[in-house]
């Protein structure tokens, strides 16, 4: 069955760095964008970054461009979330997201990783 799992968060300082991971499996992983939200506690899931199937188009949540950065590589079936620079405020649960046909389009999700940015 489809499926989608995160690796990578983790507890880090102000100006640090993480790179988080999407894997995903029971599907033809090139064949979809992939996108990476996250939730903070008491606040609504955002969408920080997605790429296409071919990683030919790339779109970052405002307060984010510059620091991170998304990539794939289909042959790993895997996405990334290069997040430099973080902060306080990108303390969140990061979620991978794919929209897969199996008959109809459904919404996938990860279990999410837990991303938190303190001293």
């Known amino acids: 069955q489809v499926q989608l799992v995160e690796f990578g968060g983790g507890l880090v300082q102000p100006g640090g760095s993480l790179r988080l991971s999407c894997v995903g499996s029971g599907f033809t992983f090139s064949d979809y964008a992939v996108r990476w939200y996250r939730q903070a506690p008491g606040k609504e899931r955002e969408l920080v970054a997605g790429?296409?199937?071919?990683?030919?188009?790339?779109n970052y949540l405002e307060s984010v461009r510059g620091r991170f950065t998304i990539s794939r590589d289909n042959a790993k079936n895997t996405a990334y979330l290069q997040m430099n620079s973080l902060k306080s405020e990108d303390t969140a649960v990061y979620l991978c997201?794919?929209?897969?046909?199996?008959?109809?389009?459904?919404?996938?999700w990860g279990q999410g990783t837990q991303v938190t940015v303190s001293s």
């Open positions: 790429i296409t199937s071919t990683g030919g188009t790339i």
């Open positions: 997201n794919a929209v897969i046909w199996d008959g109809r389009f459904r919404d996938y």
